[in-house]
């Protein structure tokens, strides 16, 4: 009796205590524009206690009754300070006004000036888009991944690639999200764009390390790019024209303050001037890409939101009767937000993806077919965000995914085609996932983050599977037995494994800090192909009974140091990643087209271990950022290299990337950046042998070798017309040079027989960009 009468008591306090706090939420938003201000700080001064808005630019802080006074700041804003009586619940929403003064105009940071101190993200950066949009282009094209890829433990995947290697992962071991739809291929023209326009995104934010529980999926680094809501005062214009292609966005409000939308577009055009000027090399080709992005915002009430979301866009080649191919991405998203209590977020959103490709020769000739290919998913999933108290932040969510995987088909005309029709085996997978964690500030300087993500994925019907004389190693001749599965039958056990989240961070003082972060990813999603880097025709499998989920943990600790009032940020992170089911392929495998693929498959382990380093001047006529990566990533396969540890194909040792921005004055700003990487792994031959007339190599060990190392220098210019400009209207123009220096680097490198003399090997250097390449992009805003 003793014991209930104390708990009771115990219980009465807790409660009393609590109603003589008062909560405080709301938004903050831009006052040109109402667009969501992402890690904008509200911050009590008498109580030393604050909080930052959600992705959505919503805040929540529980704090005592009485008189206090509010604080609200974001960089590049004017700060907002209200003195408040707290005596009960209470909704602040705030817009917040650009700063007139130069020097935040050319600031890279987006948060409080230390969050890169006091946040307990590590691994984590944040990519203002102003300032990508200051960086030399290749061809003008503005590209968040080419931006993306100068970032300290980010590789890019080649000259003609938007594929990343983050800290030793491959290219599919990054969740690229758009409005939190997932992107499958990200590439415009075999690689040399991404599909992301930057004049419709408003906040990315890069997770290589210390990954939120929410996130699940992928195995190395989460890209969550954020569109724009739209224009909620007034309509507005955006556009570009430059060497490539011209740009369109359009934005404004249905409903003043109530409902917004936001439309942006943008196409090549050299088929569309080429044809009217006449070229012959145009009439019957076709070589260009588009892409269209649209979102709607409706505010409801103060408690209710509805953001819809979509993009299409489209990568189209014919070379007259000869072949087509068409690759592209179309993705779609449904949010609903709602606060419960002043204290509980929730947001549910469906979500549709999809990416296909056709490619092949048309007509009925004997060489026409028909070659289609495709991943769709769709996806149900709700999130909770809980501000229980300025000490703890309670984060809940689940989600469910329906894969359908089309690997390939292929279709003929006529009776007189070489090829036959084929169908490979199409897969069916859901995926689903729970997650729950908390940020819990245990005191002014130890904060702890801790969570679990619990996945289970589970291939299902119409399917069939083979088996195998011998299951352990599989070969196409040995099939025993077909297996059919009827349509929603379970094929095979389903895959459950738990993903532990741990981050902590210890401020030392004002400018320093320690952390350290252990995170597991299940990965059950593949990419099919031995290429480098993606290309359009790779297929995507999902873990069945032949193909292993990818499990990889990673441990990560930094030390973080701000110096002259956080002007410049420095960091030294160390990392190290232990990966369980590495995928790859047997010697002269077959990937394309084939019906039995899993006898091409071996699995084994991995390791990757690195070292970043980042410096970075924040503040001044004079910003950018040095980072420099050293890094080893090995794999041990059994059936590969005799069983022996060797490279694997993300192997970069040394990384190196200098940014520099200076402006010069209100008209004109300069940038430039310099990037060094080591060569990618591959092999060589070691022996030859003439048989028949023809050179036959031997080669060495698996990627024991690597191709020339790759470095560049870009730089640019931007001229702002500031005479007679009105606020309301502004225009510019960017040169920039890609490649100044004309530096040919090498993208393969391949042997073949001299012929002057075929008894000799000459090795043959594949270079994608071999000259300096000019451009001019016109830009206006109105």
Not at 37 to 44: E, K, M, N, S
Not at 175 to 191: C, F, I, K, Q
Not at 351 to 361: E, L, P, Q, R
Request: charged share 20%; aromatic share 12%.
């Amino acid at each position: 009796m003793r014991k209930i009468t104390v708990l009771l008591l115990w219980l009465v306090c807790i409660f009393a205590a609590e109603a003589q706090n008062i909560t405080l939420s709301g938004y903050l938003k831009d006052a040109s524009n109402g667009e969501a201000l992402i890690g904008a700080t509200v911050y009590i001064k008498e109580l030393k206690q604050g909080t930052t808005t959600n992705a959505y630019g919503f805040y929540s802080l529980t704090i005592p009754q009485g008189r206090c006074t509010l604080r609200v700041s974001f960089i590049g804003y004017e700060t907002i300070r209200q003195t408040i009586e707290t005596t009960f619940n209470k909704t602040i929403s705030l817009a917040l006004r650009e700063s007139s003064e130069e020097i935040e105009e050319i600031t890279v940071n987006g948060e409080a000036a230390n969050s890169n101190i006091e946040s307990v993200g590590m691994g984590m950066v944040k990519l203002p888009i102003k300032i990508i949009k200051q960086l030399p282009a290749f061809m003008g094209e503005v590209d968040i991944i080419k931006t993306i890829q100068l970032l300290p433990g980010i590789q890019s995947g080649g000259e003609a690639s938007s594929g990343l290697y983050v800290r030793g992962g491959g290219p599919d071991e990054n969740l690229m999200l758009l409005d939190e739809a997932p992107v499958y291929n990200t590439s415009h023209l075999m690689g040399f764009f991404s599909v992301f326009n930057s004049d419709a995104i408003k906040d990315i934010q890069v997770y290589k390390s210390g990954i939120p529980a929410e996130y699940g999926e992928k195995a190395s680094s989460v890209i969550d790019i954020r569109l724009k809501d739209g224009n909620s005062q007034r309509f507005g214009f955006e556009g570009g024209i430059g060497n490539l292609s011209c740009r369109l966005t359009i934005e404004g409000p249905v409903i003043k303050d109530k409902w917004s939308f936001i439309i942006a577009g943008r196409r090549t055009y050299y088929d569309v001037l080429g044809k009217a000027a006449g070229l012959e090399g145009l009439e019957d080709n076709k070589l260009y890409f588009y892409d269209l992005n649209a979102k709607s915002n409706l505010i409801i009430n103060n408690n209710n939101r509805i953001y819809i979301a979509g993009y299409i866009g489209d990568d189209v080649f014919e070379l007259g009767e000869s072949m087509y191919m068409k690759w592209g991405n179309a993705t779609a998203t449904v949010r609903w937000n709602h606060i419960s209590g002043d204290k509980i977020f929730m947001n549910i959103s469906g979500i549709f993806s999809n990416y296909d490709y056709n490619v092949g020769v048309p007509g009925d000739n004997a060489d026409n077919f028909d070659w289609s290919s495709k991943i769709r998913d769709y996806n149900a999933k709700v999130d909770f965000t809980y501000f229980y108290n300025p000490q703890n932040e309670i984060k809940f969510g689940a989600n469910t995914i329906f894969h359908q995987f089309n690997p390939g088909r292929v279709r003929t005309v006529g009776e007189n085609s070489m090829f036959s029709d084929l169908d490979l085996a199409r897969y069916n997978a859901i995926a689903s996932a729970i997650y729950l964690s908390n940020e819990q500030k245990i005191s002014h300087r130890f904060t702890l983050q801790y969570g679990l993500r619990l996945s289970h994925f589970q291939q299902i019907g119409e399917g069939e599977v083979n088996i195998y004389r011998n299951p352990d190693e599989l070969k196409k001749d040995e099939i025993i037995e077909t297996k059919v599965y009827a349509k929603g039958d379970k094929i095979g056990d389903a895959f459950i494994y738990p993903e532990p989240r741990v981050g902590m961070k210890y401020t030392l003082g004002a400018n320093n800090s320690v952390k350290s972060s252990y995170n597991r990813m299940v990965q059950n999603l593949h990419l099919i192909t031995n290429t480098q880097s993606p290309t359009p025709l790779d297929i995507w499998l999902p873990s069945s009974t032949y193909i292993k989920p990818l499990v990889v943990d990673q441990v990560s600790v930094g030390y973080f140091h701000n110096f002259r009032n956080n002007s410049w940020e420095t960091s030294v992170e160390l990392y190290y990643k232990n990966m369980q089911n590495v995928l790859d392929y047997r010697e002269g495998a077959r990937l394309l087209l084939n019906e039995v693929i899993e006898t091409e498959l071996l699995h084994g382990s991995g390791k990757s271990k690195g070292l970043e380093v980042l410096v970075k001047k924040s503040k001044g006529n004079i910003t950018g950022w040095i980072a420099y990566t050293w890094s080893n990533t090995t794999c041990k396969i059994e059936g590969i290299n005799n069983g022996n540890s060797y490279p694997m194909p993300y192997d970069r040792t040394h990384d190196l990337s200098v940014v520099l921005n200076y402006k010069l004055n209100k008209k004109w700003d300069f940038a430039a950046n310099f990037v060094f990487a080591t060569g990618t792994p591959t092999l060589f031959p070691i022996a030859k042998y003439n048989i028949q007339g023809k050179q036959i190599y031997e080669y060495s060990a698996r990627n024991s070798n690597r191709i020339t190392d790759y470095h560049r220098l870009d730089i640019s210019t931007t001229y702002d017309f500031k005479k007679n400009e009105t606020r309301s209207f502004k225009q510019s123009l960017n040169f920039s040079v890609y490649n100044v220096y004309a530096r040919r680097n090498a993208y393969s490198i391949t042997p073949e027989a001299n012929n002057k003399n075929p008894n000799q090997t000459q090795f043959v250097r594949l270079s994608i960009i071999g000259s300096a390449i000019p451009s001019i992009t016109y830009n206006v805003k109105f």
